[in-house]
């Protein structure tokens, strides 16, 4: 006997269908039109598998006033993720196993969603690399926390050895320092002073290292997209999509790499809706109020955890963005990416997903955010949130409201 069933109409091998999901330890075991079990749950709606966001910052150890494991999970459960990758440039850059175990230990028990560690790679430190690492992440611009460095091809043969996804920060660290003016007072002069020629020029020098299963982070146009090519898996963020450096976000829209001019946006968010695009992250990453409070010194960073697949789904309801897209980019390419079963609603998957009324659309308001500043650039852009969620076989939302303790699981100390 399953431990629960769930029953309603699930989004599965791209179409629709009422089915019955039998759920035994947090995995799906069974699919049918009808079963009967001792716990059967009915959810209304569209039913998706759950989102993986495989580029977070939830700043835990070491930064938890701007975020923490727990508001940072809580609010990916709220927007439909239940997995989440995040990434090592805390205030202790996560660059051995030592400082790994004890990242690890300082989370653990706080997640309301599962999730995977990243490690950093600084050009001399692959044998000490924690083999519990679910990625590793290299800076070869700097951004918050992270020095950049501009790497010879010849050093990435110390982590050739770890089967797990490679992620690039690729903004040239020496094109930075030529380009950086004296005064950064704006979105535009932000943008001018990490121009778009130093991510494209890094993702040059990118495809030649000799590593299997690179992602090119937050790439931001048509040319980066061109330039990565089919060497790696290309991933975009939802501001690079939506957000433009005309903008009057002012501080709370700053952010590495940056906003671009409105045309390089709209050309990149056409390529996104054609499917030139593999997976879709936040690239969430927190600051206080006082961080934000002057643009030239402001930190670099927005919020995103909780909005990528409201954001999304509201394109789907506007007839936008395909639905095929959506679930590409959001749902199944991220998890696939790291060899994880979730994301497609298959016997021998985990039992992840969200129900969703896309009637329920509405602008979107901060003070509806979970995240410790709720402070959002998208405020006001249409949103279509969950109104439930299932963790693991396990209702985690119902109704919209979050009805859990901290339950997430390192993914790596799954079965």
Same mark, same amino acid.
């Given at each position: 006997? /399953?431990?629960?069933?769930?029953?309603?109409?699930?989004? =599965?091998?791209?179409?629709?269908?009422?089915?019955?999901?039998? #759920? &035994?330890?947090?995995?799906?075991?069974?699919?049918?039109? @009808?079963?009967?079990? @001792?716990?059967?749950?009915?959810?209304?709606?569209?039913?998706?598998?759950?989102?993986?966001?495989?580029?977070?910052?939830?700043?835990?150890?070491?930064?938890?006033?701007?975020?923490?494991?727990?508001?940072?999970?809580?609010?990916?459960?709220?927007?439909?993720?239940?997995?989440?990758?995040?990434?090592?440039?805390?205030?202790?850059?996560?660059?051995?196993?030592?400082?790994?175990?004890?990242?690890?230990?300082?989370?653990?028990?706080? $997640?309301?969603?599962?999730?995977?560690?990243?490690?950093?790679?600084?050009?001399?430190?692959?044998?000490?690399?924690?083999?519990?690492? $679910?990625?590793?992440?290299?800076?070869?611009?700097?951004?918050?926390?992270?020095?950049?460095?501009?790497?010879?091809?010849?050093?990435?043969?110390?982590?050739?050895?770890?089967?797990?996804?490679?992620?690039?920060? +690729?903004?040239?660290?020496?094109?930075?320092?030529?380009?950086?003016?004296?005064?950064?007072?704006?979105?535009?002069?932000?943008?001018? $002073?990490?121009?778009?020629?130093?991510?494209?020029?890094?993702?040059?020098?990118?495809? &030649?290292?000799?590593?299997?299963?690179?992602?090119?982070?937050?790439?931001?146009?048509?040319?980066?997209?061109?330039? #990565?090519?089919?060497?790696?898996?290309?991933?975009?963020? /939802?501001?690079?999509?939506?957000?433009?450096?005309?903008? &009057?976000?002012? *501080?709370?829209?700053?952010?590495? /790499? *940056?906003? =671009?001019?409105?045309?390089?946006?709209?050309?990149?968010?056409?390529?996104?809706?054609?499917?030139? #695009?593999?997976?879709?992250?936040?690239?969430?990453?927190?600051?206080?109020?006082?961080?934000?409070?002057?643009?030239?010194? +402001?930190?670099?960073? %927005? %919020?995103?955890?909780?909005?990528?697949?409201?954001?999304?789904?509201?394109?789907?309801?506007?007839?936008?963005? @395909?639905?095929?897209?959506?679930?590409?980019?959001?749902?199944?390419?991220?998890?696939?990416?790291?060899?994880?079963?979730?994301?497609?609603?298959?016997?021998?998957?985990?039992?992840?997903?969200?129900?969703?009324?896309?009637?329920?659309?509405?602008?979107?308001?901060?003070?509806?955010?979970? $995240?410790?500043?709720?402070?959002?650039?998208? =405020?006001?852009?249409?949103? #279509?949130?969950?109104?439930?969620?299932?963790?693991?076989?396990?209702?985690?939302?119902?109704?919209?409201?979050? %009805?859990?303790?901290?339950?997430?699981?390192?993914?790596?100390?799954?079965?």
């Amino acid at each position: 006997m /399953p431990d629960a069933i769930f029953s309603g109409n699930f989004f =599965r091998k791209g179409r629709f269908e009422e089915l019955s999901v039998a #759920v &035994e330890n947090g995995i799906i075991v069974k699919l049918g039109k @009808s079963m009967i079990g @001792s716990r059967t749950v009915r959810l209304e709606g569209a039913i998706f598998p759950a989102g993986t966001d495989v580029h977070v910052h939830f700043r835990d150890p070491g930064e938890t006033e701007k975020e923490d494991f727990g508001t940072g999970s809580l609010s990916a459960i709220y927007g439909g993720t239940t997995t989440v990758f995040d990434m090592p440039n805390n205030l202790t850059p996560v660059s051995d196993y030592e400082v790994f175990e004890s990242k690890l230990a300082a989370v653990r028990g706080k $997640s309301y969603c599962d999730f995977g560690l990243y490690s950093m790679f600084n050009g001399n430190n692959g044998p000490v690399i924690s083999k519990r690492s $679910s990625g590793i992440k290299t800076f070869l611009g700097g951004s918050t926390n992270a020095l950049g460095m501009d790497l010879g091809a010849g050093v990435f043969r110390q982590i050739q050895e770890f089967d797990i996804p490679k992620a690039f920060h +690729a903004e040239s660290a020496r094109c930075l320092s030529l380009s950086r003016g004296p005064d950064v007072t704006g979105l535009k002069e932000h943008n001018l $002073s990490r121009p778009l020629d130093c991510e494209v020029g890094s993702l040059e020098d990118m495809k &030649e290292f000799q590593v299997e299963r690179k992602i090119a982070a937050h790439v931001t146009s048509v040319r980066s997209l061109e330039t #990565v090519g089919t060497t790696a898996i290309r991933e975009v963020t /939802p501001h690079h999509l939506l957000l433009s450096d005309s903008d &009057e976000s002012g *501080p709370w829209g700053k952010v590495n /790499p *940056p906003l =671009r001019s409105d045309d390089i946006r709209e050309d990149l968010f056409k390529a996104f809706l054609s499917g030139k #695009v593999d997976i879709l992250s936040s690239d969430h990453a927190p600051h206080t109020e006082a961080d934000k409070e002057e643009f030239q010194y +402001a930190k670099s960073g %927005i %919020i995103g955890v909780e909005t990528r697949i409201p954001l999304m789904l509201a394109l789907v309801k506007k007839k936008i963005l @395909s639905l095929e897209t959506f679930y590409e980019t959001c749902i199944r390419n991220p998890p696939k990416v790291f060899g994880l079963n979730r994301g497609e609603i298959e016997v021998g998957n985990r039992a992840d997903f969200f129900a969703v009324n896309l009637s329920d659309m509405s602008p979107l308001k901060d003070q509806k955010l979970h $995240s410790k500043v709720p402070i959002s650039p998208f =405020r006001g852009f249409q949103t #279509v949130f969950p109104r439930e969620v299932v963790l693991g076989g396990i209702p985690v939302l119902e109704n919209g409201e979050a %009805i859990l303790d901290p339950m997430g699981i390192h993914v790596k100390e799954q079965g």
